[in-house]
Nanobody, 111 residues
């Protein structure tokens, strides 16, 4: 079982930036992807980005080059740098490894 703790959410104006961080404890293997998902009110949870231990990342289409995911294998952490934020990015963001989820962190982007 992996435990995940997120931090870094908050309120930001459109066009601003936020960095989300996630610290994982427990057994994480080199072939486990670490990722970020989000869920807006009334919508399903969706993938934002995920990254392999080798640093290969894939992003949802709506990211459009605005976000960067990074991973520190030695510290078992994953971060999401979000730039040029839009009001439609408002959601609860969740860290994910295998079947484990963090508690979520709220990101609110005002127009």
């Amino acid at each position: 079982q992996v435990q995940l703790v997120e931090s870094g959410g908050g309120l930001v104006q459109a066009g601003g930036s936020l960095t989300l961080s996630c610290a994982a404890s427990g057994r994480i293997f080199s072939n486990d992807k670490m990722g970020w998902y989000r869920q807006a009110p009334g919508k399903e949870r969706e993938l934002v980005a995920r990254v392999t231990s080798g640093g290969i990342a894939d992003y949802a289409r709506f990211v459009e080059g605005r976000f960067t995911i990074s991973r520190n294998n030695a510290k078992n952490t994953v971060s999401l740098q979000m730039d040029s934020l839009k009001p439609e990015d408002t959601a609860v963001y969740y860290c994910n490894v295998k079947s484990s989820w963090g508690q979520g962190t709220q990101v609110t982007v005002s127009s």
